[in-house]
C-alpha cells in the first residue's frame, strides 16, 4: 500500500512539472489522474488498491462516530431518567480477529463507546470480557458487536 501511496504523489509531482504549474489544484489533479492510472494498472500488482483499504477506513471512523452517538444518547437517557433501569453485566464475547493489532482495535472502539467497556482479554487473544451497562440479552450484544465493530475491522486490514 505504501508504494501505491508513493507512485501517487510522483505522479502527482510529475504532472506538476509538465505544466510548470505549482499549484494545489495541479497537484490535486495529478493526484487524481495517478489514482485513476493505479487503479487500472491495480491487477499487475499483488496488492490491492489503496484506495479501497483507505475507503474502508473511512467507514470504520464513521461507524464508529454513528455508534459513539448513539450509545451516548442512550445513556444521557439512562442518566437523566428519574429511577434507573438498567441490567449491568460483564460477558465474554468470542471474536474472529487473529492479529494483536485487530484485536487491540476492537477492544479501544468498544472502551470508547459509552455504556461498555473492555475489562480483559485472554491469553489467547480470542476472548474478550466486556462490561456493559444495560444488557438485556448476551447474544444481541454479541451479534452486534460482530456485525459491526468486527466486521468493519476486518475490512480495513485484511483486504
Avoid at 508513493?6 to 489533479?29: C, E, H
Avoid at 437517557?77 to 429511577?83: D, G, N, T, Y
Avoid at 461498555?116 to 470480557?129: G, I, R
Wanted: charged share 20%.
Amino acid at each position: 500500500m505504501g508504494h501505491q501511496i508513493l507512485l501517487n504523489i510522483i505522479i502527482a509531482v510529475v504532472w506538476m512539472f509538465l505544466y510548470s504549474d505549482w499549484s494545489a489544484p495541479r497537484f490535486i489533479l495529478g493526484f487524481i489522474v495517478g489514482a485513476v492510472l493505479i487503479g487500472l494498472l491495480n491487477r499487475f500488482w499483488s496488492q490491492d488498491f489503496y484506495l479501497r483499504k483507505l475507503w474502508s477506513l473511512i467507514l470504520l471512523l464513521l461507524l464508529f462516530l454513528k455508534e459513539l452517538f448513539k450509545s451516548s444518547v442512550t445513556v444521557i437517557a439512562q442518566v437523566l431518567r428519574p429511577k434507573l433501569n438498567v441490567t449491568p453485566g460483564i460477558f465474554a464475547y468470542e471474536t474472529e480477529l487473529e492479529s494483536d493489532w485487530e484485536v487491540t482495535i476492537l477492544s479501544l472502539l468498544i472502551c470508547l463507546t459509552p455504556g461498555t467497556l473492555t475489562l480483559e482479554v485472554s491469553h489467547d487473544k480470542k476472548t474478550l470480557y466486556i462490561h456493559a451497562m444495560d444488557i438485556d440479552d448476551v447474544e444481541s450484544v454479541s451479534s452486534q458487536i460482530r456485525g459491526t465493530f468486527e466486521r468493519a475491522i476486518m475490512e480495513v486490514t485484511r483486504r
